[in-house]
């Protein structure tokens, strides 16, 4: 059974960090490339980071480039998004994503989400 499990969410005061790690079970962990995505009430999930199964190659939205740091690490099946410098505008669920393409065929999965808030 596939899961992707977020946690790290939570209430954080403007200029603030926050740790989100999301653990995967079910699946090669190691053959899946690993993103994070946001979704703000009102508006449309949109990628913050990504980062490759192979090198750990990482990817940025604008809005969180020099703010945040995606990470993994294969052996706890565990991706990780570092946010510093938080502002309101980053308040959102957030959502882990594992992708794994197999020719033609797309592998996909998402956890439930965990809520980060950014506010005074």
């Known amino acids: 059974q596939v899961q992707l499990v977020e946690s790290g969410g939570g209430l954080v005061q403007p200029g603030g960090s926050l740790r989100l790690s999301c653990a995967a079970s079910?699946?090669?962990?190691?053959?899946?490339?690993m993103s994070w995505y946001r979704q703000a009430p009102g508006k449309e999930r949109e990628l913050v980071a990504a980062?490759?199964?192979?090198?750990?190659?990482?990817r940025y939205a604008d809005s969180v480039k020099g703010r945040f740091t995606i990470s993994r690490d294969n052996a706890k099946n565990t991706v990780y998004l570092q946010m510093n410098s938080l502002k309101p505008e980053d308040t959102a669920v957030y959502y882990c994503?594992?992708?794994?393409?197999?020719?033609?065929?797309?592998?996909?999965?998402w956890g439930q989400g965990t809520q980060v808030t950014v506010s005074s």
């Open positions: 994503n594992a992708q794994r393409w197999r020719g033609t065929v797309r592998d996909d999965y």
């Open positions: 980062i490759t199964s192979v090198r750990s190659i990482t």
């Open positions: 079910g699946f090669t962990f190691s053959s899946f490339a």
